[in-house]
């Protein structure tokens, strides 16, 4: 079962950048798919950019253009990079796995907090 550590959260001023990072306890070459997700105060968890094995990505379209997401298998680490933040991408962000297609995301962790403010 891998354990997923996320981090690189912090305060940062609108038009800013920052980059998160998901420590994996165990390889991740065979995992399906890597995704980050965030929840905002008072909403629901959202998918925010996923990877898959061959290397596919998806963005939300409030992120599409801003943010990357990219997998380093010999570092069992996925990064998101994040850019031109807005007030609205405040939020508690979470790495998390699918194992195969057929299956549904792992277990969540403490995620890492994000605010972007003046």
């Known amino acids: 079962q891998v354990q997923l550590v996320e981090s690189g959260g912090g305060l940062v001023q609108p038009g800013g950048s920052l980059r998160l990072s998901c420590a994996a306890s165990r390889s991740i070459f065979s995992i399906y798919a890597m995704g980050w997700f965030r929840q905002a105060p008072g909403k629901q968890r959202e998918l925010v950019a996923s990877i898959t094995l061959g290397g596919s990505t998806d963005y939300a379209d409030s992120v599409k253009g801003r943010f990357t997401i990219s997998r380093d298998n010999t570092k069992n680490t996925v990064s998101l990079q994040m850019n031109s933040l807005k007030f609205e991408d405040t939020a508690v962000y979470y790495c998390?796995?699918?194992?195969?297609?057929?299956?549904?995301?792992?277990?969540w962790g403490q995620g890492t907090q994000v605010t972007v403010s003046t």
């Open positions: 998390n796995a699918q194992r195969s297609a057929f299956g549904g995301w792992g277990s």
